[in-house]
T-cell receptor
Framework: DTGVSQNPRHKITKRGQNVTFRCDPI?????LYWYRQTLGQGPEFLTY????????KSRLLSDRFSAERPKGSFSTLEIQRTEQGDSAMYLC?????????????FGPGTRLTVL | EDQVTQSPEALRLQEGESSSLNCSYT??????LFWYRQDPGKGPEFLFT???AGEEKEKERLKATLTKKESFLHITAPKPEDSATYLC???????????FGKGTRLSVIA
């Protein structure tokens, strides 16, 4: 059973650079989510896709952030012109809505450090 | 606005000392309440989903319960390997994304 995978696991970048993260969901999961987590806080929702359609974006998601899910498979999250405040763990989760259930399974995360 | 509050923020237990973690929530309509375990530097690991008041679920030394306003995660005779941060999250019936609490950091000392 292959779980959610994320790459890279760690990324160190300089302020102002662009970064891109990849998420591969559990196969056959039609929903994919991105969350951000800072130290001592719970994950905060950024955006989610159902198949290839981006259905919701949080107010937290500034215009420097963009996410895609081409063909409804893997997803990428790009941050342009990174700022020190972007340093966080970026988590991806996937789910397969079945009836009333929608349990989200998380990947290991990508730790971003902006110097 | 959906809100989740977890208490205590941190809990230190001796091995074998049972206790409970609390998750209080406010939602307009509950689709589900979720418990996750998170080890340092890793993603959250799914534990339980609860859907309606009165529901209970168990897994090894963990038991989750749900009322209309809160959920408890009971830990019976904990072991050091149970040390982790336990996260509670809710899913509103009108929304898909999870709203998380800040978590309870549990330390179990041998």
């Amino acid at each position: 059973d292959t779980g959610v995978s994320q790459n890279p696991r760690h990324k160190i970048t300089k302020r102002g650079q662009n970064v891109t993260f990849r998420c591969d969901p559990i196969s056959e999961h039609n929903r994919l989510y991105w969350y951000r987590q800072t130290l001592g806080q719970g994950p905060e929702f950024l955006t989610y896709f159902q198949n290839e359609a981006q259905l919701e974006k949080s107010r937290l998601l500034s215009d420097r952030f963009s996410a895609e899910r081409p063909k409804g498979s893997f997803s990428t999250l790009e941050i342009q012109r990174t700022e020190q405040g972007d340093s966080a763990m970026y988590l991806c989760a996937s789910s397969r809505r079945a009836g009333g259930t929608d349990t989200q399974y998380f990947g290991p995360g990508t730790r971003l450090t902006v110097l | 606005e959906d809100q989740v509050t977890q208490s205590p923020e941190a809990l230190r237990l001796q091995e074998g000392e049972s206790s409970s973690l609390n998750c209080s929530y406010t939602v307009s309509g509950l689709r589900g309440l979720f418990w996750y375990r998170q080890d340092p530097g890793k993603g959250p690991e799914f534990l339980f989903t609860l859907y309606s008041a009165g529901e209970e679920k168990e897994k090894e030394r963990l038991k989750a319960t749900l009322t209309k306003k809160e959920s408890f995660l009971h830990i019976t005779a904990p072991k050091p390997e149970d040390s982790a941060t336990y996260l509670c999250a809710v899913q509103d019936s009108g929304n898909t994304p999870l709203v998380f609490g800040k978590g309870t950091r549990l330390s179990v000392i041998a």
